[in-house]
Nanobody, 122 residues
Framework: QVQLVESGGGSVQAGGSLRLSCEAS????????MGWFRQAPGKEREFVADISRSGTTRYYGDSGKGGRFVIDRDNAKNLLYLQMNNLAPEDTAVYYCATISDLTTGAPGDYWGQGTQVTVSS
């Protein structure tokens, strides 16, 4: 079992950047595929990106493609990151980190963080 706690959300103007962090505790972090999801008000949860156990393989959903978002991990520190650049108002959402059950499809696993709010103003 792993516990996940996100941080780094906040309010930013369009064009700005944020880096989200997800701290893991409990079971060895390096044994989990990890990913980020987001959910905007009134919308379904959306896959953003995921990363392999070693960090060498990454996949991005539609929202994370184009180089604006970069997922990374530091297994020595039990941390998962999401660097978000050139943010737009449509990126406003609650962002969640989660374990991943299938890296190529982005299917979530069993463990989720509580979420961190990102608000982008125009």
């Amino acid at each position: 079992q792993v516990q996940l706690v996100e941080s780094g959300g906040g309010s930013v103007q369009a064009g700005g950047s944020l880096r989200l962090s997800c701290e893991a505790s409990g079971s060895p972090f390096s044994s989990y595929l990890m990913g980020w999801f987001r959910q905007a008000p009134g919308k379904e949860r959306e896959f953003v990106a995921d990363i392999s156990r070693s960090g060498t393989t990454r996949y991005y959903g539609d929202s994370g493609k184009g180089g604006r978002f970069v997922i990374d991990r530091d297994n020595a520190k039990n941390l998962l990151y999401l660097q978000m650049n050139n943010l737009a108002p449509e990126d406003t959402a609650v962002y969640y980190c989660a374990t991943i059950s299938d890296l190529t499809t982005g299917a979530p696993g069993d463990y989720w963080g509580q979420g961190t709010q990102v608000t982008v103003s125009s």
